[in-house]
């Protein structure tokens, strides 16, 4: 299982376009972090204006906390954009290089095929989030240092330099189960067809479909809102409040990693059931 999952993990990093979403979170990110550089002042005044009034503020507000919680929240609608880019070519690329009959007579099982698959493409996202906590908190971090992290949400909440780390890992870990189910999703639509394009605009379009349902302000979404997966992307956010609730977090994980499991089961009975002729 390691040598196909090496053999997957050289086919995905090979490509071009596995690394489109890299280059796009260093020149975006960057360019946020230039622009903080610059005219970070203006930034700290739009931040606490309302803050001033009642608080007296001291210490380094603008700081890579503060930068690598601004970054998440602005480009967390870049991750699934990377992730079907990768996800939708990985079972489709095979059909159309052509190479499907010669996976399947390797000796081993369709299933550890695409476990195979399955585990780089997870790799492949922890590439993504790694890069991302790099250029967008270590970095952050080296250029304009440590501080306390001002949120502002459902109120003000003003977190301690010693209690703000474990709070990014686990909104990492949460954004992790949420692109691994847009992974698995697009992994799906892979396994039906045998053009990459296609599983990348269905996925696409199902998450931009979800998320504007979700949003129509009418009373039938409010019942169907719990059932659509998108809704709980950016539970992450909730990891920087106060008073947070474990249960709906864990709940939200589940939920996240339960559609997961059912895309994944869904892709091996397609694949193995496949009648395989070019």
């Not at 993990?9 to 975006?28: A, C, E, V």
């Not at 700081?63 to 601004?70: A, E, P, R, Y």
């Not at 890069?131 to 967008?136: G, H, K």
């Not at 939920?255 to 089961?265: G, T």
Request: hydrophobic fraction near 55%.
């Amino acid at each position: 299982m390691i040598k196909l999952v090496h053999i997957e993990l050289i086919k995905i990093f090979k490509k071009w376009r596995s690394y489109i979403g890299h280059f796009g979170i260093l020149f975006m990110v960057s360019m946020v972090q230039i622009n903080l550089y610059i005219y970070g002042e203006n930034e700290v005044r739009h931040i606490t204006r309302n803050l001033s009034d009642l608080f007296i503020i001291s210490g380094n507000i603008l700081n890579g906390n503060l930068i690598g919680h601004l970054i998440l929240n602005a480009f967390f609608i870049l991750f699934p954009l990377t992730i079907v880019l990768v996800a939708g070519e990985i079972l489709a690329g095979e059909g159309t290089g052509g190479t499907y009959r010669l996976i399947i007579t390797r000796p081993v099982s369709r299933l550890q095929i695409i476990f195979s698959k399955f585990l780089a493409g997870c790799i492949y996202i922890l590439s993504i989030i790694v890069w991302m906590i790099f250029v967008s908190l270590v970095i952050s971090h080296i250029v304009f240092g440590n501080g306390e992290l001002i949120v502002l949400s459902d109120g003000i909440n003003i977190f301690a330099q010693d209690d703000i780390l474990w709070r990014f890992a686990l909104s990492y870990l949460h954004v992790f189960f949420s692109m691994l189910l847009v992974f698995t999703l697009s992994f799906l639509f892979s396994s039906l067809v045998e053009n990459a394009i296609g599983p990348i605009i269905a996925t696409m379009a199902i998450l931009i479909f979800f998320v504007i349902l979700s949003q129509i302000p009418v009373d039938f979404t409010k019942y169907i809102k719990p059932y659509l997966f998108t809704n709980y992307f950016m539970d992450w956010q909730k990891f920087f409040n106060y008073d947070f609730d474990w249960f709906v977090q864990i709940k939200s994980l589940g939920y996240l990693a339960l559609h997961s499991v059912i895309f994944l089961i869904l892709t091996s009975i397609i694949f193995i059931r496949k009648d395989i002729l070019s």
